[in-house]
């Protein structure tokens, strides 16, 4: 059963739209969402994190919003770039009375931004 | 470069073989995670320790263990291979083990094993 869900696999944009990436969840316990980015042959890099406290967080291009009623979230990265190319995994943690769960991750989704 | 290594970068064993993995966390980080990453899966939280002890398990089977030394890095043993263990293993770390600094964690390279 996936508590974390990329519903779509692959995205395509055009260099200087916005891209919106996709995450939805089901565990109500999440508490924290982050967003890791990953290119070919290296690790993910955290991207941007964002409280369950929270409905926004903005760093520069790539915003995080999260609507808790709906157990959704999303990634969106204004103007895009073609260095933005690459797979966005969505992760969240659980918060169980005091400690801390691990993250679990969804299957990612591929970025790609054409010049 | 997020400051965590990790060796060997490939590893090609057969069936039936052991294999260790090694992962050097970034200075003063005090945790360290292991994650698997099949083809066409996400990360599989496996397992996690904190300041040399145990902190959480996740899917880890019983063919495989991991330990963190007094230096904080970390060894994840696979025994036994099958050819389901290929897969990418990725090592993380972060500052804390939870709380606001466990949250964000900081990934290696990884290591590609093919299990033949």
């Known amino acids: 059963d996936q508590q974390v869900k990329q519903n779509s696999p692959s995205l395509s944009v055009q260099e200087g739209r916005i891209s919106i990436l996709n995450c939805d969840y089901t565990?109500?316990?999440?508490?924290?969402f982050l967003w890791y980015k990953k290119y070919p042959a290296e690790g993910p890099t955290f991207l941007i994190s964002?409280?369950?406290?929270?409905d926004k967080n903005e760093d520069g291009r790539f915003t995080v919003f999260l609507n808790k009623s709906a157990k959704h979230l999303s990634l969106h990265i204004v103007p895009s770039q073609p260095g933005d190319s690459a797979v966005y995994f969505c992760?969240?943690?659980?918060?169980?009375?005091?400690?801390?769960?691990?993250?679990?991750f969804g299957k990612g989704t591929k970025l790609s931004v054409k010049p | 470069d997020s400051g965590v290594t990790q060796t060997p970068k490939h590893l090609i064993t057969a069936t039936g073989q052991r294999v260790t993995l090694r992962c050097s966390p970034r200075?003063?980080?005090?945790?360290v995670y292991w994650y698997q990453q099949s083809l066409d899966q996400g990360l599989q939280f496996l397992i996690q320790?904190?300041?040399?002890?145990?902190?959480a398990k996740g899917n880890i089977l019983e063919r495989f263990s991991a330990q963190q030394f007094p230096d904080l890095h970390s060894e994840l043993n696979l025994s036994s291979l099958e050819l389901g263990d290929s897969a990418l293993y990725f090592c993380?770390?972060?500052?804390?083990?939870?709380?606001?600094?466990?949250?964000?964690?900081?990934f290696g390279p990884g290591t590609r094993l093919t299990v033949t």
């Open positions: 993380a770390s972060s500052v804390g083990g939870q709380g606001r600094s466990g949250r964000e964690q900081y």
């Open positions: 565990n109500s316990m999440f508490d924290y």
């Open positions: 964002i409280s369950s406290i929270k």
């Open positions: 992760a969240a943690r659980a918060y169980y009375g005091g400690s801390q769960g691990n993250l679990i």
């Open positions: 200075s003063g980080d005090l945790s």
């Open positions: 320790y904190y300041n040399g002890e145990e902190r």
